[in-house]
């Protein structure tokens, strides 16, 4: 639901001037995850973020060079779950400290 909700409001938002760009960027980022989220070293997230839970790690996925998507999540059982999505628009200054 949330990338579903992300795709229209990258819309809406004039990020893309077309409804199916938008969905093909969620769609890539979802390919990127998928393909990438065992095999990329995990980071630590830092203390700001622990209010989405405890011990989580994260990766990147950088679509272009002014944005950055932060995937963070949890490893259980070899299984990830994905609690929180967020860009360097949003929470970029919160990994400068």
Do not use: C
């Not at 004039?14 to 095999?39: L, R, W």
């Not at 630590?44 to 994260?58: N, R, S």
């Not at 996925?61 to 360097?88: E, H, S």
């Amino acid at each position: 639901d949330y990338l579903d909700h992300l795709a229209y409001t990258l819309y809406a938002e004039n990020y893309f001037g077309f409804i199916n760009s938008a969905i093909e960027y969620i769609d890539k980022m979802v390919d990127y995850i998928t393909d990438n989220i065992q095999a990329k070293p995990h980071k630590k997230t830092p203390p700001f973020f622990d209010k989405y839970g405890e011990d989580l790690l994260y990766i990147t996925y950088q679509p272009n060079k002014q944005t950055t998507w932060y995937i963070f999540f949890i490893v259980n059982n070899n299984r990830y779950l994905i609690k929180y999505m967020t860009n360097n628009h949003a929470s970029g200054h919160l990994f400068n400290t």
